[in-house]
């Protein structure tokens, strides 16, 4: 009995594998394929230099911004070419971007007293907006970081700061062990 279950069994699955793999559409296939967008896909690898990655942003697949806390350094891939911006002696640990001129990095100063500090990559050099805000030494202590339309966000356990090209507001929490 076993045996007449299993022969039907296999069976069943033969037929099935044939009937799904005869059953395939060329033309479906065909204008699958004709939808694929190859230039953008262009796939290569590059070894990156450096021992860690804290954050990481793309204009597009050949266009790469990405943070190496032990380093200090923004990498920028560019075309194929990789270029290095030391940042200075700050814990960095986010990163957004706009546009190659408007690339923003989150920091926590490494001074006795840490604050806050967003660093701005003009395509450049670094712009250093520093807050009043408390964080911690630690880089991951940076709770969140926002650009949309009335500028740049970052907050920290204590509070937030708000920077929009020229002015800058801090923002207090009652409260940091909530």
Partial sequence: MKKICFAVLTA????????LFTSCNEEAIQQTVNHFDPPRFTWRSFEIPGDGIAGIWAK????????NPRQKTLYHLNKGTIQAH?????????????SNNKVYLF??????????????????GFE??????????YPFTIRGCLYNASGVWVSSEFGAFRYDGINTNS???ENPDL
């Fill in 12 to 19: 069943n699955l033969a037929i099935s594998l044939i009937v």
């Fill in 60 to 67: 597009d697949t050949s266009d790469v911004f990405w943070i």
């Fill in 86 to 98: 030391y940042y200075g002696n700050y814990n960095a640990n986010e990163i957004l971007g706009v």
């Fill in 107 to 124: 920091a926590s100063s490494i001074e006795v007293n840490h604050v806050l500090v967003i660093l701005k990559w003009n395509g450049s």
């Fill in 128 to 137: 250093k907006i520093r807050t009043n805000v408390p964080s911690d030494f």
């Fill in 171 to 173: 923002y207090f929490y």
